[in-house]
């Protein structure tokens, strides 16, 4: 895994508290709408978000946090963000051995929404990622929220980066159209896409099943499930041009 620095005197060692990925910026009707993800490193967590943090994460996105009219922070847990690579994620690669502990099968991370106005987009999508950012959410009580219980519900989303697919009929065997939300994402050439499956309000261990189902639907296609298959795959689409330049 890349090693990702970020040199601050707040920061002695170097290292980022969260890591922004997949920066997708759309217009909206009011100006324009970013969203990305975010993972945290270690001893850090997000609960409900801080202006403070949000600017942070705006200003490593070169947007203008001054313009940033309403935002919004969704916890959810992902095997595309997990500890753990399983089998069903790279059929052809190297299996490693489980810890058996489901958190590490289900990474948490946050969906980030933010609203801003600007006479233009700063960008229109930023690649994969990640982007490290020094930041710390006031409203977090430094106490992990995932506490190892197998009672614990929690927002899964099963996410796949897509490429060409014209047909999705593959997915109405696991899932409702509601279910589905297809991003589309501005690249020079082909047609690529990120699928997030949204499972609410369930036990992580309780639908794992349905959850490998997912990935071997995916897998099988060759589709990427987890952002370490993306990285390796090199041909994922790099940060797209703006009408004003390059990122």
Request: proline residues 7%; contains cysteine; negative net charge.
């Amino acid at each position: 895994m890349t090693e990702w620095i970020d040199e601050t005197p707040e920061n002695p060692q170097n290292r980022p508290d969260f890591l922004l990925w997949h920066p997708l910026c759309i217009a909206s009707q009011s100006g324009y709408t970013c969203t990305f993800d975010v993972t945290a490193e270690e001893f850090e967590e997000i609960s409900h978000g801080t202006d403070e943090l949000i600017t942070a994460f705006a200003e490593r996105l070169d947007i203008d946090a001054n313009g940033i009219t309403d935002w919004k922070i969704e916890r959810f847990l992902s095997p595309y963000y997990s500890f753990e690579v399983r089998p069903e994620q790279r059929p052809f690669g190297l299996v490693l051995p489980t810890t058996g502990d489901w958190a590490d099968r289900f990474g948490l991370a946050w969906r980030t929404t933010l609203w801003f106005t600007s006479a233009m987009a700063p960008f229109r999508y930023r690649g994969l990622g990640p982007y490290p950012v020094i930041g710390h959410d006031n409203t977090w009580p430094y106490q992990s929220s995932i506490n190892g219980s197998c009672a614990q519900e929690e927002t899964v989303i099963v996410i796949a980066d897509c490429w060409g697919v014209e047909d999705w009929s593959f997915l109405d065997e696991f899932s409702t159209r509601h279910q589905v939300d297809l991003i589309c994402i501005p690249a020079q050439l082909d047609n690529f896409t990120q699928a997030r499956i949204q499972l609410e309000s369930v036990q992580p261990v309780a639908v794992e099943d349905s959850v490998v189902d997912f990935l071997k639907a995916f897998t099988v296609r060759l589709f990427s499930t987890h952002r370490k298959t993306t990285e390796e795959m090199g041909f994922w689409p790099p940060p797209l041009m703006t009408d004003e330049g390059t990122i």
